[in-house]
């Protein structure tokens, strides 16, 4: 079985902070790991995904997530917070074996402070 | 080329009526997702189609909900008859046939979402 689990559900950080969002997930088999983020009135939309090959996954505006298989953690950060970047993200997870259904933390709610 | 398109954007029914929610995939995309969020918790995989067929429908809470994509086109989710408790965010997705030549996933790619409120 797979779980994902976010550490706090709302993250509050200066603007041009480090935004570190924290992610562990649990698995049987080699998964892949994705960070999702909706921004407000929108759909989920690819931050970036791990698919077994190299750990430091960069994604998009800025984002960097490093699988660690020994601590199962897979935590999403970005040097510099941006305004822009307020929105909610998820951690996620799907079996290496299948590419069928997604398993969704509970999600993060980033909010940035001027 | 367009994105996942639900409709409605919106929905407030009453308990016990019925409720049809639409996702049109993106075009080529054999895969067809749909998953939920309810209010405060996180988001659950609810079924899973390849064409018009069911491939896993495990996440699906019990038979108040039908799912159906005939033609392996769209996809509607009936919700009859409604309960307070299915009240949410109902998000579909798809994804391309097979696994990539890449790294051996496709990406399933979401739609705006349907937000459900039943009063």
């Known amino acids: 079985a797979q779980s994902v689990t976010q550490l706090g559900s709302h993250v509050s950080v200066s603007e041009g902070a480090l935004v570190l969002l924290r992610c562990n997930y649990s698995?049987?088999?080699?998964?892949?790991l994705f960070w999702y983020v909706q921004y407000p009135n929108q759909g989920l939309q690819l931050l970036l995904k791990?698919?077994?090959?190299?750990?430091l996954v960069k994604g998009i505006n800025g984002f960097e997530a490093e699988f660690k298989k020994s601590e199962t953690s897979f935590h999403l950060t970005k040097p510099s917070a941006h305004m822009s970047d307020a929105a909610e993200y998820f951690c996620a997870v799907t079996p290496y074996s299948s590419a069928s259904k997604i398993i969704f933390g509970s999600g993060t709610r980033l909010s940035i402070r001027p | 080329e367009a994105g996942v398109t639900q409709f409605p954007s919106h929905s407030v029914i009453e308990k016990g009526q019925t409720v049809t929610l639409r996702c049109d995939p993106i075009s080529g995309h054999d895969n067809l997702y749909w998953y939920r969020r309810v209010m405060g918790k996180e988001i659950k995989f609810l079924l899973h189609f390849v064409k018009e067929s069911k491939q896993d429908e495990s996440g699906m809470p019990n038979n108040r909900f039908l799912a159906e994509r005939t033609g392996g086109t769209y996809s509607t989710l009936k919700v009859q008859p409604a309960e307070l408790e299915d009240s949410g965010v109902y998000f579909c997705?798809?994804?391309?046939?097979?696994?990539?030549?890449?790294?051996?996933?496709?990406?399933?790619?979401f739609g705006p979402g349907t937000r459900l409120t039943v009063l």
């Open positions: 997705a798809s994804s391309q046939p097979g696994w990539s030549s890449g790294s051996g996933y496709n990406e399933q790619f």
């Open positions: 698995s049987s088999v080699p998964p892949y």
């Open positions: 791990y698919t077994s090959a190299a750990t």
